[in-house]
């Protein structure tokens, strides 16, 4: 698609069910990555993905969260037995650069478009 | 680990008010990203500043990034009302390659 597709747009769900959120990057883009942002609130960095490993786990907040990228593509952010405090948009966006781990530093040209973002409220 | 703080959170200003946001980096920014999000949507790159010093404009909006590449700032001049929303700036540290985010400065127009 022209752009990065997020589902669902919005989503409401039980306290400890679990929840999937998808998202689909822009064609060719090999850096994708996962952000929180609560209510008037930053962006919270939660996972990056460089093709379909994901070398920075670093900002899962906890062991409820994971995600998985296939094909280098689709990427599914999963929060299993949510909480309230789960309640945020989850904005997934992504990249062209290829990131190499031993030159660290963004390189020129690494312009980040995020999708529209899944909504989520934990009732 | 880096921090990347903006001041100020929120600015409310009159419509042809200036307006400005200030990026500080705890370490050296290799780059620095500039974002906007308007109310309800989700951010939208404006630009990218490399070198030290860098000066760049789009329209009446001015971004400069700092001789020493730890600071950068967005100046809106005149504001209008369709300049609404939370400015964010983005950037790596050394060693880092994951583009943190600042708080964002929200900005309300006022007609």
């Known amino acids: 698609g022209a752009g990065v597709s ?58 409820r969260f994971s995600a998985e990228r296939t094909g280098g593509s689709v990427s599914t952010l999963t929060i299993q037995r949510t909480q309230q405090e789960d309640s945020a948009v989850y904005l997934c966006a992504s990249s062209l650069v290829r990131v190499d781990l031993n030159s660290p530093g963004m390189h020129s040209g690494n312009t980040i478009y ?9 009732v | 680990g880096q921090q990347v703080m903006q001041i100020p959170q929120y600015q409310h200003v009159q419509e042809g008010e200036d307006f400005t946001t200030y990026c500080n980096s705890s370490t050296t920014l290799s780059n620095i990203q500039w974002y906007k999000q308007r109310p309800g949507g989700h951010p939208v790159f404006l630009i990218q500043l490399v070198k030290s010093g860098e000066v760049k404009k789009q329209k009446r909006l001015t971004f400069q990034f700092g001789e020493a590449k730890k600071n950068s700032s967005l100046h809106i001049t005149a504001t209008q009302t369709t300049d ?28």
């Open chain 2, 84 to 111: 609404v929303g939370t400015y964010f700036c983005a950037g790596p540290a050394g060693g880092s390659y994951i583009p943190t985010f600042g708080r964002g400065t929200s900005l309300i127009v006022h007609p």
């Open chain 1, 6 to 63: 997020q589902s669902p747009s919005n989503k409401v769900t039980e306290k400890g069910k679990d929840v999937e959120l998808r998202c689909d990057p822009i064609s060719g883009h090999t850096a994708l990555y996962w952000y929180r942002q609560s209510l008037g609130q930053g962006l919270e960095f939660l996972i990056y993905f460089q093709g379909n490993s994901a070398p920075d786990k670093s900002g899962l907040p906890s062991d």
């Open chain 1, 114 to 122: 995020f999708g529209e973002g899944s909504w989520l409220t934990v």
